[in-house]
């Protein structure tokens, strides 16, 4: 894998415009991540970006070239501020460099930043390289059992 710090320089920024270079590097990245769902349209991307609950992270190489995505959601229930971690991607051509863990770490900074006191995500167990930099980041596996009701 090599040593990250000084091979690969990234830079993280918060999604604040949406533009056709990020319409494209959402269409690139979003079906290394799911192959169910169409990457966001541009109507999408301005509602990601433009919603106070989410916050669009995009990691850029040293070229400019967005490598990778995280979605933080943050939301305030009864029992505090909550954050959740969603659509991780890092483009398969920069994979092993050290970008999911800056984007996390940014995303993790962020929630503190916000009054969150616990960060959750989740991952699915074939997806082997993340749930090791998820435990590695201090990430630990609930017992909770998740549900979904397709609407």
Request: charged share 25%; net charge negative.
């Amino acid at each position: 894998m090599g040593d990250r710090g000084s091979e690969f320089a990234i830079r993280i920024v918060e999604a604040t415009e949406v533009d056709d270079a990020l319409a494209s590097a959402m269409a690139r990245l979003v079906p290394q991540l799911s192959r169910s769902n169409p990457p966001p349209d541009t109507a999408t991307l301005e509602a990601i970006v433009d919603s106070e609950a989410s916050t669009l992270l995009l990691a850029f190489d040293e070229q400019g070239v967005v490598v990778g995505s995280l979605t933080l959601a943050l939301f305030r229930i009864p029992t505090g501020m909550r954050a959740w971690i969603e659509d991780v991607v890092v483009d398969e051509a920069a994979r092993g460099r050290g970008v999911g863990e800056a984007l996390n770490r940014e995303a993790i900074g962020r929630a503190r930043a916000e009054g969150a006191t616990t960060v959750d995500l989740t991952s699915r167990p074939s997806r082997e390289a993340a749930n090791r930099l998820y435990r590695r980041l201090g990430f630990e596996k609930r017992t909770t059992n998740m549900y979904r009701l397709a609407l």
